[in-house]
């Protein structure tokens, strides 16, 4: 763009801030813009700025200063607590009870005071009287007679604010352990300044002319149009993009992901956070001596720390399941079962608690049914892993259900969401037998996705179901990270307003 085209896309307030800023020696402050310039406001100023730094005009630059200031200068008037308490335990002698230095200080601030004298090494604690009290060693004594680091601050402090260049760290890290004492403060100078363009620009003879720049009923019915200038449309200047609103990413994926199941014909099943070990373990024939069932894995609560078990029969079915198998013809895990260890409170550690608890409601086939659940782990934080994350679980229960159709849904729904390398091996789980586990190859890498199986005798037979059962967990976090290359998990939950707004899924 030439200069006759940059000067005739200019808008009366940037030729105002042109003129205002060649009068003032080429730079100027939004201050010495108001002054000088006409201007009202620092944000008309600043806004023109930004206008003519976008068409070459202006430069702006910013200088921002980090000053510390006391948050309430006329409670620090009366010296830091430990001041005090130092000239207490000297006008007693050198050495007070805890008792004398509270009722000597007067205004509760005692145990403070106590806290910063250890800190600081300037007394010990020892039997004063036959009671604990404070004696004064001789950094003690000594600083009865100086002025500490933190007290000098403080001082400089009652007078203004001190810039961050002239203060200790050291010191400023103590004072902000001290609640409230201290308080940033930071102050920013802005400079607009010319560029040669922005010279010529100001000198070419451009006149200040009010412009209309919207066309109302008033200005077309009065005739006014005839005389005024119109502001010209530049077409080619900046302008700040503008983003639709958009759902977050995660909950686009789920609406998918439960719009495909419920088009194959899937009910959606759900479960309390918060289940009995019984639901989440005993049902599913997890032995009690599991270490899934260990403190460093699972949450347990401590409010209720207990969740009755109500229906006693499926409770002794359970109870003889786990004991000697039941009438599944399974030998069961052996030992003696624990009633009072599976009425444990915790938060559900996996989803299959909510296909448990449907199966138990709709144990007559065919059902099939699905779930996004949130789950909780004991799990250390890292690029693949969180303590609370999402499961994508499904049954279906069929008299006809096999192996080959459990591995034919698995590669639908993975390719429904554009994957095709899937890889599928087995694995173990004790409600399961076939099972397996799902891996999609992602980054150079295969990364696990879930588990999947057939459910045993031992998880139906207590609920009269005969007919096979198909059963899948996949990683929804993880599907996201496919779907969209993350490769840091942590990166979903982070409120980077700027990645959401860029982000073109649908």
Excluded: C
Excluded at 88 to 96: E, F, M, Y
Excluded at 140 to 167: F, H, I, Q, W
Excluded at 194 to 201: N, P, V, Y
Excluded at 326 to 335: A, D, I, M, P, Y
């Amino acid at each position: 763009m030439d200069m006759n085209e940059i000067l005739a896309g200019l808008s009366y307030n940037e030729k105002r801030l042109l003129l205002a800023l060649d009068k003032n020696n080429g730079r100027g402050t939004p201050a010495d813009m108001i002054r000088t310039g006409g201007f009202g406001l620092e944000v008309e100023v600043m806004g023109s700025a930004s206008w003519l730094a976008s068409k070459g005009l202006a430069q702006i630059s910013e200088e921002s200063t980090k000053y510390y200031a006391l948050t309430d200068p006329e409670a620090s008037r009366n010296g830091l607590p430990e001041r005090v308490a130092l000239k207490v335990i000297d006008a007693a002698g050198g050495s007070i009870t805890l008792s004398g230095l509270a009722a000597g200080m007067g205004n509760g601030e005692d145990n403070i005071a106590v806290g910063w004298l250890m800190r600081k090494k300037l007394a010990s604690m020892q039997d004063v009287n036959g009671e604990k009290g404070l004696v004064l060693n001789d950094a003690g004594k000594a600083a009865l007679k100086t002025v500490m680091p933190d007290e000098a601050l403080v001082t400089r402090m009652l007078e203004a604010p001190v810039p961050e260049s002239e203060a200790d760290p050291k010191v400023i890290k103590d004072l902000k352990g001290r609640k409230g004492m201290i308080k940033e403060i930071v102050e920013t100078v802005r400079e607009i300044s010319l560029t040669d363009d922005g010279i010529k620009a100001a000198r070419s003879g451009i006149e200040v002319k009010e412009e209309i720049t919207e066309i109302t009923d008033e200005i077309v019915q009065s005739g006014k149009w005839k005389d005024v200038e119109f502001r010209k449309y530049d077409v080619q200047t900046f302008a700040p993009a503008v983003y639709p609103a958009k759902k977050n990413p995660l909950t686009r994926l789920g609406n998918e992901v439960r719009r495909m199941f419920t088009e194959m014909g899937f009910n959606e099943m759900s479960s309390e956070y918060v289940q009995p070990a019984f639901w989440n373990m005993d049902v599913l024939f997890i032995p009690q001596d599991h270490p899934a069932r260990d403190m460093q894995d699972t949450f347990f609560l401590e409010n209720p720390n207990r969740i009755e078990l109500e229906d006693k029969d499926l409770v002794a079915k359970i109870k003889a399941i786990h004991e000697n198998g039941g009438n599944t013809g399974s030998t069961g895990w052996g030992g003696e079962w624990s009633e009072e260890k599976a009425s444990q409170a915790l938060l559900r550690t996996h989803s299959t608690v909510s296909s448990i608890r449907y199966i138990a409601d709709h144990p007559d086939a065919p059902q099939k049914a699905f779930s996004i659940s949130r789950i909780f782990r004991k799990e250390s934080i890292d690029a693949t892993h969180l303590p609370e994350f999402s499961q994508i679980e499904g049954i279906i229960i069929d008299e006809n259900a096999n192996l080959d159709m459990l591995i034919s849904i698995i590669r639908e729904f993975y390719a429904r969401m554009g994957f095709d390398k899937i890889n599928v091996r087995p694995s173990y789980f004790p409600y399961t037998e076939p099972s397996m586990e799902l891996e999609v190859y992602f980054n150079g890498k295969w990364l696990e996705l879930g588990g999947a199986g057939i459910f045993r005798p031992e998880v139906l037979e207590p609920f009269g179901v005969k007919t096979p059962v198909l059963a899948w967990g996949f990683g929804f976090e993880r599907l996201a990270m496919l779907k969209w290359n993350i490769t840091d998990i942590r990166d979903l939950y982070i409120s980077d307003l700027d990645s959401l707004k860029r982000n073109t899924v649908f």
